[in-house]
C-alpha cells in the first residue's frame, strides 16, 4: 500500500456538521464509562465522610466493621498507605491528600474506604462504621465583609488586584452611577456520571479506568501521590458522563481505588454516591460583588469598578476570578477589579463551567443593564458604544473580537427594535413578559500538547492523543481536524483518545482542549510528512511518529484571544406566585472556526442551559449549624429539567482569527457566560424589579413584589 | 427462624431468562449492570432524582434504582440493549443520533427508554400536566413541544441536551405515527428542523 | 443498608399475617420512596412484604357514584382513569403533577398517602429530627425552611407533607379503608393524619401493622369543575412549595358548594375549612375569595423564610377561585 496524502485533495471536513463518531455507542448502550467494566475479582470500596465540619478523629471503632460479612479492608489514617505531599500536574492538591491525618476540614471528608465483595457488602459496613470525633467550633457562612477576607497574594494568574486611573475621581464626575451588590450562591457541577474509577495493579502497573477530563494528568498526579515512577500508572477514560470541572483533576475516589488496589490486592472499583459528589469534587463558591460603574451623560464608562469576593476551604486556597470578566469586556478611565477570597470551613471549590465569567458575568452585565436603564439608553447600544479597541487593562490588540456583530445580528434575529424599553408593560394572561440581553466572553487559551499519527498500511491513518471526549463532541472534531490535515476524508482518520500512554496533552477544560488538541495534531502530521514520501511502501505495522506543539504554541503572539457573544432572554414572570419561565433565549456567538456545527450548537445550547439554571435554580443549602449541606442530592439541588428549557438557538458569526494557525478559540463555556444575567435582565425587564441574588427563586419574586407593594 | 436475605431468581430482560443468585439489597439497576453486564442503564443519582436507569417493566417506564431485583422477578424488562430490532435502531435512537440529543451520552439510554415510553403513553391518549384539559371528552393532546417537555421531565440533563432531544422525541413520534413516516421525518417536522449531519466513521 | 427478608404476599389477610405488628417490618409497594429511605439509612426494615400483586389494582365505581380505589393501583393508572379525569379532574391533575413519569408509573395509592416528608435534616441520618429519631431536635426552625410548614406545625416539627394527589382527596373526603390481623377498618382522611404536636414521629392514625386497601370518593358532582395548580421551584419533577385543589359551583353569582384544600403548607394535605366556610352561599367575587384565603390564613405562622407561602397561597387561592368561577359560569 502507498500513501496518497499528497495526491487526494478535499473539501475541508472542518467546518461540515457530523454526527458523533461514538453516537452509536451512546444510544445502545454499548459506550462503556468508568466503574461499569468487568473484571473478576473486583471488590468494591465505600467511602465514609466526616459529619462533622471542623475538627480530629479521636477513634475509628473499625473491628467491628472488618467482621461484617464479605469485608476485606477498613482503610482509614492510621493504617492507609502513605501519599506524597507531592506537587501533581497543576501543583500541590492537598484535596486528594485523603487518609493521612485525623484532621477534618470539613463536612464530608473522607475518613475511611470500607473494602469489600459486593458493593451491597461494601454499604452497609461503611455505614455501621462508628467515627469519633473531637469536634471544634466552625465557620461555613459566607458574606461580604467577612472579617477574614483578604486579597490573595499570587500574582501569576488573574486573581490579583488590577487598577488605573482615579477611581473616586471619575465616580465623582460621573453623570449616572451604579453601586450595587450582587451575590450568587453555592452551585455544583452535577456531571450525570458520578465519580468513579476502577483500579488494578497489571503487570507491575497500576491501571486505572476513571472518569477524568485529562487522563495524563490523573495518571501524573497518581503516580506522584503514590510514590511511583510515572511510566508505571496508565489511566484511561473512554467515556466520560460529563464533566463541567469536576473531573479536571484526580479526585479522591480514583486516589482511593489505587490505595485499595495496593491493600487487597484486586481491582477495586471505587464510587461515588450522588451526596458524596457534593463534597469532594468542587464546586462553584458562592460570591458577592460589588460593582461601581460611573458613566456620561449617555452612558459611555468613566469609572469600573469590580469588586468580588467568594469562599474559599481551609484545604487550599482556590479564588473564583469573577471580577477578570470585567478586564475583558469594558474600557474606563479608572478601571479596578479584585477577587477576594474568605477561608470557611467548607469543601474546596473549584473549576466549574466558565469558573470567574459565570457568576462575573452576572454581576456585570446586570450592572451594565442598570446603567443602561438610568442613562435611558438602549442596553444593545450601550454595549456597542463602550465597545473597546484594545484590552481595557492591558492595551494589548484583540486577535479578533466580533462584539459588535454578535450583538447586531442577535438583535435582528430576536426582534430586539420592536422592544419597548419600558419595564412592566408587557402582559398576558398571568404573565409579565420582559426581554434582556448581557455579553458574553471566554478566555480562548491553548496548551502545547502531543500527538501522535501513524500511516496505516491499509491507507488509514490513526490519530492518539489523550484528549477527552466530555460529551464535547471532541472526537468527532478531531477526526474532522486529522483528515483536513492529512487531506484525507474522514472515513480514513480512526481516533484514539483519552489513555493516558498516548502521552502529555492538555485536559478538556477551559475551552482549551479541541484547540490545544489540533494544534498537536497538526504539529504531529507535519512530522508525518516530513517523512513520508509520496509512493513509499508503508510497512505492515505501519509508520508512527509524534508531534509536540509546544514551538508552535510558544510562538503565538502575546494578544488578548476570548471569543465573544450576545446574549438574548426573553422571560415571563407571574408576580402572584413568583414562577418564572424562560421562554426564547438566543446566544450569538464570535468563536473563531467552528469544527463541527452540529456539536458546536449542541454545546453552546448547554452552555446557555446552564446559564438558565444559573438564573432560576441552582442554589446549595448548607447548614450554619452542622456545616453540612441540607438537600444536597438531585431532589435538593434543582438543575434545569427540560420542561424549564424553551428552544433555544445558538448561532455564530463568521470570523476568522488570523493570529491561530487552527483559528480555533473553543466553546465550552462561553454559552453559559452572560446567560443568566440575559434572564435577570428580562426578569427586570418583565416586572420592573431588579434581582440581584441568585436564584430568582419565586419566594425572592414574591418578597421583591411585595417590597414594591 | 431467621430470615433469608438472598434469593434466586428469574429476571425476563430483553427477551432473555436470566437466573441468578441476588441479596435482597440489590436493585435491578445494579443486577442489570453489576450482575448482567447490562450497563447500558445508568446510576446517575441511584435515588430516583434523575431518571438515567429508566428502563421499561412490563412495557412501562420506571426507574431501575428504586425497584429491588428481588421484586422485580417475573416481569419482564427491556433495557436500552433490548430497544433496537436486532441491527435496525429504535427510530427514537436513531433521531437522537441524527439530531445530536445527547452531549456525554450518560442520560441517553434512560432518555431513549423514557421517550419511548412517551411516544407510547401518548398513543395511548395518557395526559399529562401540561394538558389544558385532562378530560376524557376533551381528547388527547397533540405531543407539541410543550408536551413532550413534560413528559420527558423525568430525565435529568446536565449538558442541557433538552432542545435537540424534544425535536427528536418529536421526530420518533412522527414516525411513529406512521404518515408517510420517512419522508416528513427527512424534512423535519416544525420541531425537527436540527441540521443532520452526515455520519464519521473512526 | 442492612440485609432484610422479602416475602410476596398473594393475598390481603396472608400480607397482613407476615407483616403482623411488629416495627421491623414494613409494606413494600411501589418503592418509591420507601427504597429512597432505605438507601438514605432512615428505614431500616428487616422484612419487607410486597404486596404489589395483591388484587388491589382496581379503580371501581361505587353504587352511590363514586370510586373505589384500590391500594396498588399506580399513580399512572389513576391519574388517567377516565371517571377520574370525567369526575374529579383536580385529582387526575393531582396525580400528573406530582414526581415523574417513571415514578407514577412505580408508586402506588396507598404508598403515596404514606409517604414521608422530604425535609432535607429528616433524610440525612447525621443531622437531628425529632420526625425520625424523637427528642432530637429540629434543625430546620433556625436552618433551612423555606418549604416548611406555615400551619399546623409545632416548635417539634415543621415539615409538610410533600403529596399532591392528597390535597385534592382531602377536599374530596376521601376515606381510607384497611385490613389488620384483627380485621378491616376506615379512617376519614381528615382523621388520617395525626396533629403534629410533639409527636411527629406518629403521623398517622393507622393502627400498628395495617394494610391500606382502599380509597374511597364518594360523588361530589361540584368536583366536576375542579382544578389542581401547583407552584414549585422547577417547571416540573419537583415537590411543590404551593398548591391548591378547588372545586366551585356557582349558581346566580353565588357560592353553592365550594371544595378547598392546600399542598405544602402543613404536615398533611390541609382542608380549607374556615375558608369553604366563609365562601359558601356568598358571593363569588375576587374580593370574596381573598377574604376567605385570609380566613384560613389567619391561623398561619411563618417562620423567617417560609413566610412568602402565605402570600403565594393566599394568591393561589385567589387565583384558582377566580378561575373556577368563570368556568362554572360556562
Known amino acids: 500500500m502507498t500513501t496518497t496524502t499528497e495526491a487526494t485533495r478535499l473539501a475541508g471536513a472542518v467546518g461540515v456538521a457530523h454526527t458523533r463518531v461514538e453516537g452509536l455507542d451512546k444510544v445502545t448502550g454499548a459506550a462503556r464509562y468508568a466503574a461499569e467494566h468487568h473484571f473478576t475479582e473486583l471488590a468494591h470500596g465505600w467511602m465514609v465522610l466526616s459529619t462533622v465540619a471542623r475538627g480530629r478523629i479521636t477513634a475509628i471503632d473499625s473491628a467491628p466493621v472488618e467482621a461484617m460479612p464479605g469485608v476485606l479492608a477498613v482503610l482509614h489514617h492510621e493504617n492507609a498507605p502513605h501519599l506524597a505531599e507531592a506537587s501533581g500536574f497543576f501543583g500541590p492538591d492537598p484535596t486528594v491528600q485523603v487518609l493521612q491525618n485525623d484532621r477534618v476540614p470539613h463536612v464530608g471528608w473522607p475518613v475511611a474506604l470500607v473494602v469489600a465483595e459486593t458493593p451491597e457488602q461494601a454499604r452497609e459496613a461503611a455505614e455501621s462504621l462508628v467515627v469519633h470525633y473531637e469536634q471544634e467550633p466552625h465557620d461555613t457562612v459566607f458574606r461580604a465583609g467577612h472579617p477574614d477576607t483578604y486579597t490573595p497574594g499570587d500574582d501569576e494568574d488573574d486573581s490579583v488586584e488590577i487598577s488605573k486611573g482615579d477611581m473616586e475621581a471619575e465616580l465623582a464626575a460621573s453623570a449616572v452611577v451604579v453601586d450595587e451588590w450582587y451575590t450568587t450562591p453555592e452551585e455544583h457541577h452535577n456531571a450525570m456520571e458520578p465519580h468513579g474509577a476502577i483500579a488494578r495493579w497489571e503487570d507491575g502497573r497500576l491501571e486505572v479506568i476513571d472518569t477524568t477530563q485529562g487522563a495524563f494528568a490523573t495518571a501524573q498526579d497518581l503516580a506522584a501521590l503514590l510514590s511511583l515512577d510515572p511510566s508505571s500508572v496508565r489511566v484511561v477514560s473512554e467515556h466520560v458522563g460529563g464533566g463541567f470541572g469536576s473531573k479536571g483533576l484526580v479526585r479522591p475516589h480514583s486516589v482511593l481505588a489505587a490505595m485499595a488496589a495496593t491493600v487487597v490486592h484486586r481491582p477495586v472499583r471505587v464510587v461515588m454516591t450522588r451526596r458524596q459528589v457534593f463534597s469532594l469534587v468542587g464546586h462553584r463558591p458562592a460570591t458577592a460583588q460589588r460593582m461601581r460603574l460611573g458613566a456620561h451623560a449617555d452612558g459611555r464608562l468613566r469609572a469600573l469598578d469590580h469588586q468580588a469576593s467568594s469562599y474559599t476551604s481551609r484545604v487550599m486556597e482556590y479564588v473564583e476570578s469573577s471580577a477578570a470578566i470585567s478586564r475583558v469586556l469594558y474600557g474606563a478611565d479608572a478601571h479596578h477589579t479584585v477577587n477576594r477570597v474568605v477561608p470557611l470551613d467548607v469543601p474546596t471549590p473549584r473549576w466549574m463551567r466558565a469558573p470567574g465569567e459565570a457568576p462575573g458575568s452576572f454581576a456585570v452585565e446586570s450592572a451594565m443593564d442598570e446603567l443602561a436603564e438610568r442613562c435611558g439608553v438602549d442596553p444593545v447600544a450601550l454595549r456597542i458604544r463602550n465597545e473597546p479597541a484594545v484590552g481595557p487593562v492591558s492595551g494589548l490588540p484583540f486577535s479578533s473580537r466580533s462584539t459588535v456583530a454578535c450583538f447586531e445580528e442577535g438583535a435582528r434575529r430576536f426582534g430586539w427594535a420592536e422592544r419597548d424599553p419600558r419595564p412592566a408593560v408587557r402582559r398576558e394572561g398571568r404573565w409579565l413578559l420582559g426581554t434582556g440581553v448581557a455579553a458574553a466572553t471566554y478566555t480562548a487559551g491553548v496548551v502545547p500538547s502531543t500527538a501522535s499519527v501513524t500511516a496505516e498500511a491499509g491507507g488509514d491513518f490513526t490519530v492518539r492523543i489523550t484528549a477527552a471526549d466530555i460529551g464535547t463532541g471532541a472526537r468527532t472534531a478531531l477526526v474532522q481536524i486529522a483528515a483536513d490535515a492529512l487531506e484525507v476524508p474522514v472515513d480514513r482518520i480512526r481516533m484514539r483518545i483519552a489513555d493516558s500512554d498516548f502521552g502529555q496533552a492538555m485536559l478538556a477544560g477551559g475551552s482549551t482542549g479541541t484547540r490545544s488538541w489540533a494544534h498537536a495534531i497538526v504539529a504531529a502530521v507535519a512530522e508525518l510528512r516530513a517523512v513520508l514520501v509520496p509512493g513509499m511502501e508503508i510497512p505492515a505495522d505501519g509508520i508512527t511518529v509524534r508531534g509536540n506543539s509546544l514551538d508552535a504554541v510558544r510562538g503565538l503572539a502575546k494578544l488578548e484571544r476570548h471569543s465573544f457573544g450576545a446574549q438574548f432572554a426573553e422571560a415571563a414572570v407571574d408576580i402572584a406566585t413568583g414562577e418564572v419561565r424562560v421562554r426564547r433565549m438566543l446566544g450569538m456567538f464570535a468563536a473563531g472556526r467552528v469544527v463541527n456545527p452540529l456539536t458546536a450548537r449542541s454545546q453552546l445550547v448547554g452552555g446557555m442551559v446552564w446559564g438558565l439554571s444559573m438564573a432560576l435554580h441552582e442554589e446549595a443549602h448548607r447548614d450554619a449549624a452542622s456545616g453540612g449541606l441540607v438537600g444536597g442530592d438531585l431532589a435538593g439541588y434543582h438543575i434545569a429539567a427540560n420542561a424549564d428549557v424553551p428552544l433555544i438557538e445558538a448561532d455564530w458569526v463568521d470570523e476568522v482569527d488570523p493570529h491561530d494557525p487552527t483559528g480555533i478559540k473553543g466553546l465550552g463555556e462561553i454559552g453559559i457566560v452572560g446567560a443568566a444575567a440575559a434572564v435577570a435582565n428580562a426578569v427586570w425587564h418583565a416586572t420592573g424589579v431588579r434581582h440581584r441574588q441568585l436564584p430568582i427563586r419565586p419566594d425572592r419574586v414574591l418578597a421583591a413584589a411585595a417590597e414594591r407593594g | 427462624m431467621a430470615l433469608a436475605t438472598s434469593s434466586t431468581i428469574t429476571l425476563h430482560v430483553n427477551g432473555e431468562r436470566r437466573t441468578l443468585p441476588v441479596d435482597h439489597r440489590t436493585t435491578l439497576l445494579d443486577a442489570l449492570r453489576d450482575h448482567l453486564e447490562l450497563t447500558g442503564s445508568k446510576k446517575g443519582c441511584d435515588h430516583g432524582q434523575c431518571g438515567a436507569c429508566t428502563v421499561l417493566i412490563d412495557g412501562r417506564r420506571a426507574v431501575s434504582c428504586l425497584q429491588f431485583a428481588v421484586a422485580a422477578e417475573g416481569r419482564e424488562v427491556t433495557t436500552i440493549e433490548g430497544v433496537a430490532d436486532g441491527d435496525t435502531l429504535h427510530p427514537v435512537q436513531q433521531a437522537f443520533i441524527d439530531l445530536d440529543g445527547y452531549q456525554c451520552g450518560y442520560c441517553t439510554p434512560g432518555q431513549i427508554c423514557s421517550a419511548i415510553a412517551v411516544i407510547e403513553e401518548h398513543a395511548a391518549g395518557w395526559p399529562s400536566a401540561a394538558t389544558e384539559d385532562v378530560r376524557p371528552e376533551a381528547g388527547a393532546p397533540p405531543l407539541d413541544a410543550d408536551e413532550i417537555r413534560e413528559r420527558m421531565s423525568g430525565n435529568l440533563c446536565r449538558c442541557g441536551a433538552y432542545v435537540s432531544i424534544v425535536q427528536a422525541v418529536a421526530r420518533a413520534a412522527e414516525a411513529a405515527q406512521g404518515e408517510s413516516a420517512q419522508d416528513k421525518s427527512a424534512q423535519g417536522g416544525d420541531l425537527a428542523g436540527a441540521e443532520a449531519g452526515t455520519a464519521v466513521t473512526a | ?330
Open chain 3, 1 to 330: 443498608m442492612r440485609e432484610f427478608g422479602y416475602e410476596r404476599a398473594t393475598d390481603v389477610p396472608g400480607a397482613v399475617a407476615l407483616r403482623g405488628a411488629d416495627g421491623g417490618t414494613s409494606y413494600l409497594g411501589g418503592g418509591t420512596n420507601l427504597v429512597d429511605l432505605m438507601k438514605s439509612g432512615v428505614e431500616r426494615p428487616a422484612l419487607l412484604v410486597d404486596v404489589r400483586e395483591l388484587p388491589l389494582d382496581r379503580v371501581e365505581v361505587t353504587e352511590d357514584g363514586g370510586l373505589r380505589i384500590g391500594a396498588t393501583v399506580t399513580n399512572s393508572d389513576l391519574a388517567v382513569h377516565p371517571e377520574v379525569r370525567r369526575r374529579y379532574p383536580m385529582l387526575a391533575e393531582a396525580l400528573l403533577a406530582g414526581a415523574s413519569g417513571q415514578l407514577r408509573n412505580m408508586a402506588t395509592v396507598g404508598g403515596n398517602l404514606l409517604q414521608r416528608t422530604r425535609c432535607g435534616y429528616f433524610a440525612d441520618t447525621s443531622a437531628p429530627c425529632n420526625k425520625r429519631v424523637p427528642g432530637s431536635g429540629c434543625p430546620a426552625i433556625a436552618g433551612e425552611h423555606h418549604n416548611h410548614a406555615i400551619l399546623g406545625a409545632s416548635t417539634h416539627c415543621v415539615a409538610t407533607h410533600p403529596s399532591d394527589m392528597a390535597v385534592p382527596l382531602a377536599a374530596l373526603d376521601a376515606v381510607v379503608s384497611y385490613e389488620t390481623v384483627d380485621g378491616p377498618g376506615e379512617l376519614p382522611l381528615a382523621d388520617f393524619y395525626l396533629p403534629v404536636g410533639d409527636t411527629p414521629h406518629l403521623e398517622t392514625a393507622l393502627p400498628p401493622g395495617a394494610l391500606i386497601t382502599h380509597v374511597t370518593v364518594g360523588p361530589a358532582p361540584v368536583a366536576a369543575v375542579s382544578h389542581y395548580r401547583k407552584v414549585r421551584e422547577r417547571a416540573s419533577y419537583a415537590f411543590a412549595i404551593g398548591s391548591v385543589a378547588a372545586a366551585l359551583a356557582v349558581r346566580g353569582g353565588v357560592v353553592e358548594e365550594v371544595r378547598l384544600a392546600l399542598g405544602a403548607v402543613a404536615s398533611r394535605p390541609w382542608r380549607a375549612r374556615a375558608a369553604e366556610r366563609a365562601l359558601t352561599g356568598g358571593p363569588a367575587t375576587a374580593e370574596a375569595f381573598a377574604a376567605a384565603a385570609d380566613a384560613e390564613l389567619a391561623a398561619a405562622k411563618p417562620l423567617p423564610d417560609n413566610a412568602y407561602k402565605v402570600t403565594l397561597t393566599r394568591n393561589l387561592i385567589v387565583s384558582e377561585l377566580t378561575r373556577l368561577a368563570e368556568e362554572s359560569a360556562r
